[in-house]
T-cell receptor, first 112, second 112 residues
Framework: DTEVTQTPKHLVMGMTNKKSLKCEQH?????MYWYKQKAKKPPELMFV???????INESVPSRFSPECPNSSLLNLHLHALQPEDSALYLC???????????FGQGTRLTVV | GESVGLHLPTLSVQEGDNSIINCAYSNSASDYFIWYKQESGKGPQFIIDIRSNMDKRQGQRVTVLLNKTVKHLSLQIAATQPGDSAVYFC???????????FGTGTRLKVLA
């Protein structure tokens, strides 16, 4: 199984809503990532978890809150988002730093 | 600042021809590089990778070349097919930091 599964595939939320994005992998990977991708742009790194601990936060606003409940799951909690936060949110995982990262299909988020 | 970039935003090739997608990087400390393919509405898909101790690596119909002297990376696709139409990103990883930084991307269009 080389899949990274993200749910939901699409999400529309209001600026006062609280929602969560979920990501799951069963490859035994010890690093998991959240990326944000705007249209026609490359993915931008947001957070990295290594061995279930937050190791990188790329100065992401606090309205985005990551959580790693266990080695297979990664969540991204969303609160009080802005319309400019609308984007494709990608989850990825890797075994280590010098191996390929596998990406999920993403969650298309629209903030209204 | 440090960046991973591409020379051409769009590349159009005839079906059956070979494609060459280029990428420049500026950080000489980068030691691992990946090429990803991203189709519309999907997450990036791993194509091929190369470590900095190598100059060339071949896969099925794809070859990656690394020129560390000029900090240049290229992806060659042999006998390009319609299914190769996508956006291609190079990504670099620096010293196993779990930080994969993406280049700006090239859209490959395959003409029938």
């Amino acid at each position: 199984d080389t899949e990274v599964t993200q749910t939901p595939k699409h999400l529309v939320m209001g600026m006062t809503n609280k929602k969560s994005l979920k990501c799951e992998q069963h490859m035994g990977h010890r690093a998991m990532y959240w990326y944000k991708q705007k249209a026609k742009k490359p993915p931008e790194l947001m957070f990295v978890y290594s061995y279930e601990k937050l190791s990188i936060n790329e100065s992401v606003p606090s309205r985005f809150s990551p959580e790693c409940p266990n080695s297979s799951l990664l969540n991204l909690h969303l609160h009080a988002l802005q319309p400019e936060d609308s984007a494709l949110y990608l989850c990825a995982s890797s075994q280590a730093g010098l191996t390929e990262a596998f990406f999920g299909q993403g969650t298309r988020l629209t903030v209204v | 600042g440090e960046s991973v970039g591409l020379h051409l935003p769009t590349l159009s090739v005839q079906e059956g021809d070979n494609s060459i997608i280029n990428c420049a990087y500026s950080n000489s400390a980068s030691d691992y590089f990946i090429w990803y393919k991203q189709e519309s509405g999907k997450g990036p898909q791993f194509i091929i990778d190369i470590r900095s101790n190598m100059d060339k690596r071949q896969g099925q119909r794809v070859t990656v070349l690394l020129n560390k002297t000029v900090k240049h990376l290229s992806l060659q696709i042999a006998a390009t097919q319609p299914g190769d139409s996508a956006v291609y990103f190079c990504a670099e990883n620096r010293g196993g930091t779990y930080k994969y930084i993406f280049g700006t991307g090239t859209r490959l269009k395959v003409l029938a």
